[in-house]
């Protein structure tokens, strides 16, 4: 998949664990757990705003495009 999600960086960085943020953008362990995995299809700007403003950064901070080689 070209999409990369790097939330387990950015966690690292800000030094916050899955529950922690789980507890701050009032997600479930089992959703954030997808998410972070990259296992997720979708994702919500609610959802994309609230992480953002709980570990403090940008959706570039924690999306990423990889284009597929040909």
Do not use: H, W
């Not at 997808?34 to 570039?60: N, V």
């Amino acid at each position: 998949m070209p999409i990369i999600v790097n939330l387990d960086v950015m966690m690292a960085r800000r030094k916050i664990s899955l529950n922690e943020l789980s507890a701050r953008v009032d997600l479930t362990l089992s959703n954030l757990s997808i998410l972070k995995t990259g296992k997720a299809k979708a994702i919500r700007f609610s959802t994309l705003e609230a992480i953002c403003k709980a570990l403090d950064c940008q959706p570039a901070d924690i999306l990423e495009y990889v284009p597929e080689p040909d």
